[in-house]
């Protein structure tokens, strides 16, 4: 199977699934200035983080990282998670699932 999309496509909605299958889960992530995404976690996942365009302000367990327009982060979903924009910004997330060992 292939899938194709264009970021541009996608709704203009905070979280946009990009690919019409879950596996891996890919989404748009679209913050204005300002938004921030309460802690959350992802237990089971890991997680790759590609700042699109603008900046973000990636909160990970209390500890904030600065990651600009395409700037990538990855790390495990079980930690608390908190994006935040002081600029619009946008990224891409891909949720995969973690191997079993």
Known sequence: ???HAALADLPPVMHAPVFETDRPKTVRLRLEAGDEVPAHSHPGFDIVFHVVDGRMELT?????HEVAAGELMRFGGDRDISPRAPVDCSAVLVFAPT???
């Open 1 to 3: 199977m292939v899938e």
């Open 60 to 64: 990970l367990d209390g500890e904030t």
């Open 99 to 101: 191997a079993d060992d």
